[in-house]
């Protein structure tokens, strides 16, 4: 960061704490009516609750459920169709499996167009680009990004540097405390135009509009008009990069384990008929039943955390668990018999809980596959109970 660029204080508000309070606290908090006027700007009424959905401190029928306590929202509202997007992106996950995971369809260029690693100027926020920056300190300082800024930098990455969006979204999955392997590999292919029809294009002007001074990016290669942008990201020529050792910030590492002397772990299979606390399920157990904590080291070997991600998960499992184990893939023998858990699809693949409860959906799920967001709605948000 350049001497006289602002320190950056706009990351302090951010905080995400991991306690039940604090959740519900950022639900009560939720405006939806300024929320729909202001969502798109980086200062808008956002509600930040994404780190504790993503975490299952509440499902998105008890998010709905507690904004509706004061306000009546029906499907057509802004916040209610945002938060349909995350049950898309689920709905997809659920019936592509692994497959979104790879280009959807072809996107603007073949895949091979792209390079595979994510260039050390953009990983260190000295690209030059005020808005790319700014995003990526943000993204480092705090563990969340407003939609706004996650697009900027992916519509950048993929169309304007020619990283294959893969390795864009592998980068920030790591990084993000709401890390959501759906809604951000989906995300990365929406902006990609591997999952829409049309790459999503910006340029200074639009982050002008939207974002405080110091994300202002005039003069820089994003100053230019749509018609250049869409040539730019239809050309192979990748834009230069910055000066990586000028104004570079560090990046945090992400590890397959947590952070040494974070959690204790016990010996062994969970006992028998208890209550699995999983990363995404860190919410109360039903009564009468015994909350154990499990992390399975088969998914944290394939998808790394960064540190601050490991701590907010960590401090609540041991709020609600007096005991934690790590478990090894899905071997026979270490499922305990009559556990039961919330079934999800991050762990789905790595190790399955033999009563899984399903999670509460917003909405009744449609009889087939949805391809685009728009289909998705109209046959489901109809459900929408009142
Ligand atoms: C490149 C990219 C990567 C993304 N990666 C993730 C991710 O890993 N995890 C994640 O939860 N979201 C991801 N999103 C979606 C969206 O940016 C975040 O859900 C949102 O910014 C979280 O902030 P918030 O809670 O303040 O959202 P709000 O705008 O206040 O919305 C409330 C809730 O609705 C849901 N929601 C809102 N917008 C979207 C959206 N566009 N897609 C899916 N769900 C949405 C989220 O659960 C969010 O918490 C990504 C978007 C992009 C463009």
Redesign the pocket.
């Known amino acids: 960061m350049s001497p006289d660029r602002p320190t950056p204080d706009l990351f302090a508000p951010a905080g995400f704490e991991p306690t039940l309070a604090a959740a519900q606290a950022r639900l009560a908090a939720?405006r939806p009516g300024d929320?729909a006027r202001s969502?798109n700007a980086i200062e808008g009424a956002?509600?930040?609750?994404?780190?504790y959905?993503?975490h299952g401190y509440f499902s998105?029928p008890q998010?709905l459920a507690g904004v509706r306590q004061k306000y009546r929202l029906d499907a057509e509202h802004k916040?209610v169709y945002?938060?349909g997007?995350?049950e898309?992106?689920h709905h997809v996950w659920q019936h592509r499996g692994p497959g979104i995971f790879k280009s959807l369809h072809e996107g603007v260029l073949p895949d091979s167009a792209y390079a595979r690693e994510l260039p050390a100027d953009i990983r260190h926020g000295a690209t030059g680009i005020p808005a790319i920056d700014r995003a990526v300190r943000e993204l480092y300082a705090t563990g969340?990004?407003?939609?706004h800024a996650?697009?900027w930098?992916?519509s950048y990455v993929v169309h304007l540097r020619k990283v294959h969006w893969r390795a864009?979204?592998d980068w920030?999955?790591g990084h993000?405390l709401?890390?959501?392997?759906a809604?951000?590999h989906l995300?990365?292919q929406?902006?990609a135009a591997t999952g829409s029809h049309k790459p999503y294009l910006f340029n200074a002007e639009n982050v002008a509009r939207y974002a405080p001074p110091e994300w202002h990016s005039e003069g820089s290669f994003i100053d230019t008009s749509y018609d250049e942008l869409d040539a730019m990201a239809r050309s192979r020529k990748p834009l230069p990069a910055g000066n990586s050792r000028l104004d570079a910030v560090p990046e945090p590492a992400c590890t397959p384990e947590p952070p040494p002397g974070l959690l204790a772990f016990e010996p062994g299979p969970p006992p028998d008929h208890s209550w699995l606390i999983h990363p995404w399920a860190l919410r109360e157990p039903p009564p009468g039943q015994q909350a154990v904590g499990i992390f399975v080291a088969e998914f944290h070997a394939r998808w790394h955390w960064s540190a601050a991600r490991w701590q907010f998960v960590a401090t609540r499992m041991k709020a609600l668990c007096e005991r934690i184990h790590w478990l090894p893939g899905p071997a026979a023998g270490m499922l305990p018999r009559g556990c039961r858990s919330l079934a999800e699809a991050h762990l789905a693949p790595h190790w399955q809980v033999a009563e899984a409860v399903p999670v509460p959906r917003l909405f009744a799920a449609p009889a087939r596959a949805c391809h685009s967001f728009t289909q998705f709605y109209k046959l489901a948000s109809g459900s929408l109970q009142d």
């Open positions: 939720v929320y969502r956002v509600t930040r609750l994404s780190p959905i993503t998105l998010v916040f945002e938060l997007w995350r898309f992106f969340y990004l407003h939609n996650r697009m930098l992916a864009g979204a920030l999955y993000l709401d890390g959501d392997l809604s951000n995300s990365w929406w902006v």
